[in-house]
């Protein structure tokens, strides 16, 4: 696993440690901010190789759904969860439900949703347990695949980044390497596809490939290695965290990167390397946000369009990165941190009513709780 930038966790609101052996479940909630709503990130289930390296995760994704959200204008604050195995082999329905009655003890603190590794299926048998979950397909009010979303949202990022950056008011005469065309990456190749724009793409599973040479004719294929050092306007992360790193930086012949992939960089550090080559890196948490908006939207009763426009706004945060990291000659990234920080930190001097939970629980280990 690539080495990521350590969190400090006096930062978090809770951690807490879900675990119960008579069902193989080994999980980690992460809660990171509560001020401007109650923590909501998904669930991720995977084969870490150690506990140590899924709590860097889980502490790392729930930081950047704080973010996030506070930059997408939802009202939610930052969580994410980790379930520790290979879903393929220790995924039951006890397990998932014993996972759903841990994030019940957390009140509503904590709203639970789909990451790799989770199926809409298995969202639905966690529904059974807590009510504490969002993006349900098939239910009524339901806001469907948040994959459409994720992929409006970048594509609205594209036209931002190749107006502001490239001076250009069409993605048609762009050229696009895109890594990993599962959910996302088979929507943007799609999508680019039928504007005209120049597609490349690689997958480690032939069938997703497959999929997109079915629905676009000439797309190019590149082996999975060979992606980084394709010549193109736009590097597109759709598949893993932590893949711009010290070795991948210096193959890349791109003028952008702008992914749906949480956590690209590997380090902080690597933010600086891409700045250093003059590429810019479009901060993942902002141009992935659209899943995380239409999700928002089932709170206030689900409404597609209203949903859709949402996402759309996502074009305006990055115009405005684009401008305040030209006239402060900072990176990218480091703009929409502060530009996140700024927002909490003015809902906090105004929030009176939330407490945050900060200093209530710093860790707890919840390993007693009833059976189901
Ligand atoms: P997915 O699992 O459907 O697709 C990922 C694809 O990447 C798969 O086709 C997989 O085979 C491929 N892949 C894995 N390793 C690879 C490698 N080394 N090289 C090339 N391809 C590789 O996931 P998704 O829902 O499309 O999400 C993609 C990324 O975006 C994930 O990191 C996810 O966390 C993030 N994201 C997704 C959403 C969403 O709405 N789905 C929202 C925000 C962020």
Redesign the pocket.
């Known amino acids: 696993m690539v080495e990521i930038e350590t969190i400090n966790r006096d930062q978090f609101e809770q951690i807490v440690y879900c675990s119960d052996p008579a069902v193989g479940l080994k999980s980690i909630i992460a809660i990171h901010d509560t001020t401007l709503g109650p923590a909501t990130g998904g669930c991720r289930f995977f084969p870490y190789p150690s506990e140590e390296d899924a709590l860097k995760d889980v502490l790392r994704l729930a930081k950047g759904m704080t973010y996030k959200s506070a930059l997408s204008d939802v009202a939610f604050g930052g969580g994410k969860a980790v379930i520790i195995g290979d879903p393929q082999k220790i995924k039951t329905k006890a397990l998932l439900q014993r996972f759903a009655q841990f994030v019940n003890t957390l009140n509503g603190h904590y709203i639970t949703a789909k990451?790799?590794g989770i199926s809409g299926e298995d969202l639905r048998v966690m529904s059974e347990v807590t009510q504490h979950i969002l993006g349900i397909e098939g239910k009524a009010d339901s806001s469907g695949d948040?994959?459409i979303?994720?992929a409006f949202g970048m594509m609205r990022s594209f036209d931002a980044l190749a107006k502001e950056i490239l001076g250009k008011s069409s993605l048609k005469s762009l050229t696009f390497a895109i890594?990993?065309?599962?959910?996302?990456?088979?929507y943007l190749a799609e999508n680019l596809g039928e504007l005209g724009a120049n597609v490349i793409i690689?997958?480690?599973?032939q069938n997703?490939i497959r999929a997109v040479q079915h629905k676009i004719s000439n797309i190019q294929v590149v082996n999975?290695n060979d992606?980084y050092g394709i010549q193109c306007d736009f590097f597109v992360p759709?598949?893993?965290?932590g893949i711009l790193n010290q070795e991948t930086i210096p193959r890349l012949k791109c003028g952008i990167v702008a992914?749906?992939?949480?956590n690209q960089l590997a380090t902080l550090q690597d933010g600086f390397r891409l700045s250093e080559r003059s590429i810019f890196y479009a901060p993942d948490y902002v141009v992935?946000a659209?899943?995380?908006i239409n999700i928002a939207e089932e709170r206030l009763g689900y409404d597609r369009k209203r949903a859709f426009e949402h996402v759309g706004r996502i074009y305006n945060t990055v115009v405005e990165i684009i401008r305040r990291a030209k006239n402060a000659h900072k990176a990218p990234f480091l703009i929409a941190d502060q530009m996140a920080e700024e927002i909490l930190e003015q809902a906090k001097k105004k929030n009176t009513k939330m407490q945050p939970l900060r200093n209530l629980h710093k860790i707890s280990h919840q390993n007693h709780l009833n059976p189901l």
């Open positions: 990451d790799v948040p994959s979303a994720t890594q990993g065309v599962g959910s996302v990456g088979h690689t997958d480690i599973d997703n999975p992606i759709c598949a893993l965290g992914g749906s992939a949480n992935n659209g899943g995380i």
